[in-house]
């Protein structure tokens, strides 16, 4: 009986650790998917921003200068004429230049553009933004550059957190595996000890 007790408990723990790691593969892309879209919502949000102190003659240089620096990336502005005015960040001028110049024409025409294929040499890929200063008309463009590594580090975090928890969540798993299996053969063993000592002449034993 006690080696039943012992399978339904490896039983149990296994079963438990199987579905536990399915779900944390899932968890991984559904962080990985999510962090991606929060980052597209952010930098639309950033460069919205940047458009509307541009449009109200505000102070969009500083508006521009602490986003590059909090994303640890590169912001550009440009006017109605695909000029640009000012750049700030101070990462990845060469690289960002040149997807700018093949982006500003289609961004100062009224499309907003998002895109990923755009690799450093380091192979990191350049997550880059563009959307069109609009106001009575279009009066320039954004350009927001973030390098797929800062999000990658923070889906890193965010998964190596949801290992600690999957560690835990195993242990205690198994304490309540084995607690179970007490509930479940304890009774079983006692009536199989009672039945033994009946059985022997014993009839003054409880259950």
Do not use: C, W
């Not at 952010?42 to 102070?59: C, E, H, T, V």
Request: hydrophobic share 45%; aromatic share 10%.
């Amino acid at each position: 009986m006690k080696r039943i007790s012992f399978k339904l408990l490896i039983y149990t723990v296994i079963l438990l650790f199987l579905i536990m790691t399915l779900n944390l593969l899932l968890q991984g892309n559904i962080i990985t998917n999510s962090f991606k879209l929060n980052q597209k919502n952010r930098m639309i949000q950033y460069a919205k921003n940047i458009s509307n102190k541009f449009l109200n003659n505000d102070d969009y240089h500083t508006e521009a200068n602490n986003i590059s620096n909090l994303i640890n990336g590169r912001v550009s502005i440009y006017d109605s004429q695909g000029i640009l005015i000012e750049t700030f960040g101070r990462f990845m001028y060469g690289r960002t230049r040149n997807i700018e110049n093949q982006l500003v024409l289609d961004v100062i025409s009224g499309k907003t553009v998002y895109q990923t294929d755009r690799k450093t040499f380091q192979g990191s890929t350049i997550i880059t933004l563009g959307i069109p200063i609009i106001g009575n008309k279009i009066s320039g463009a954004v350009f927001i550059h973030i390098p797929s590594r800062e999000i990658q580090k923070d889906v890193q975090d965010m998964k190596n957190q949801t290992f600690i928890l999957f560690i835990v969540a195993i242990f205690i798993s198994f304490i309540g595996a084995y607690i179970l299996s007490s509930l479940f053969t304890n009774p079983i063993l006692k009536i199989t000890k009672a039945a033994k000592a009946i059985s022997n002449g014993n009839y003054d034993i409880k259950i």
